[in-house]
T-cell receptor
Framework: KQEVTQIPAALSVPEGENLVLNCSFTDSAIYNLQWFRQDPGKGLTSLLLIQSSQREQTSGRLNASLDKSSGRSTLYIAASQPGDSATYLCAVRPIGGTSYGKLTFGQGTILTVHP | EPEVTQTPSHQVTQMGQEVILRCVPISNHLYFYWYRQILGQKVEFLVSFYNNEISEKSEIFDDQFSVERPDGSNFTLKIRSTKLEDSAMYFC???????????FGSGTRLTVV
């Protein structure tokens, strides 16, 4: 059974710092991995989607990498801002089972960027 | 950018009552999902829906739950007789073909009292 773990559970940094959020998964047989942002009490906003054949994806100040063989992904946030404060979730879409693509989520990293 | 729309944003219901959560997926998407997140816990899969039928469901999705796509745009989740433990945020999601990513709605917070 696929398990997804995110480290750290919470992170507090001053504005302007570069930071790394970690995601690990137990079964490397995945189609892709998706990073989401969740503001308190709100929905999930997709940040980056990395296919299993890709090593990284970039969007603005965000860069996500994927090392499928070791079961790891990192989300790098450059020059953090208070507006980046949120919970960051990673989710994998495993190969196997049905092809309909249910996601398995990590528990998230709660990020606080203080001015 | 296309969005998945969910209504209502918050619903309070008494234990034993039926609730219907509504979703309008992105129009050209083909796969539809419901997930839920109990406060402080992981987002967990409930059910997937494709070609007008359930394609996969989790252990959580028992006989008290049902889904329907009554027309070409709406996708609903019904809970027949709510329990206190059904209190959670319910997310609708959709995606297009192949290896596309998911688009999630903003969620419905269900509180059962």
């Amino acid at each position: 059974k696929q398990e997804v773990t995110q480290i750290p559970a919470a992170l507090s940094v001053p504005e302007g710092e570069n930071l790394v959020l970690n995601c690990s998964f137990t079964d490397s047989a995945i189609y892709n991995l998706q990073w989401f942002r969740q503001d308190p009490g709100k929905g999930l906003t997709s940040l980056l989607l990395i296919q299993s054949s890709q090593r990284e994806q970039t969007s603005g100040r965000l860069n996500a990498s994927l090392d499928k063989s070791s079961g790891r992904s990192t989300l790098y946030i450059a020059a953090s801002q208070p507006g980046d404060s949120a919970t960051y979730l990673c989710a994998v879409r495993p190969i196997g089972g049905t092809s309909y693509g249910k996601l398995t989520f990590g528990q998230g990293t709660i990020l606080t960027v203080h001015p | 950018e296309p969005e998945v729309t969910q209504t209502p944003s918050h619903q309070v219901t008494q234990m034993g009552q039926e609730v219907i959560l509504r979703c309008v997926p992105i129009s050209n998407h083909l796969y539809f999902y419901w997930y839920r997140q109990i406060l402080g816990q992981k987002v967990e899969f409930l059910v997937s829906f494709y070609n007008n039928e359930i394609s996969e469901k989790s252990e959580i999705f028992d006989d008290q739950f049902s889904v329907e796509r009554p027309d070409g745009s709406n996708f609903t989740l019904k809970i027949r007789s709510t329990k206190l433990e059904d209190s959670a945020m319910y997310f609708c999601a959709s995606r297009s073909l192949g290896l596309s990513g998911y688009t999630f709605g903003s969620g419905t917070r269900l509180t059962v009292v």
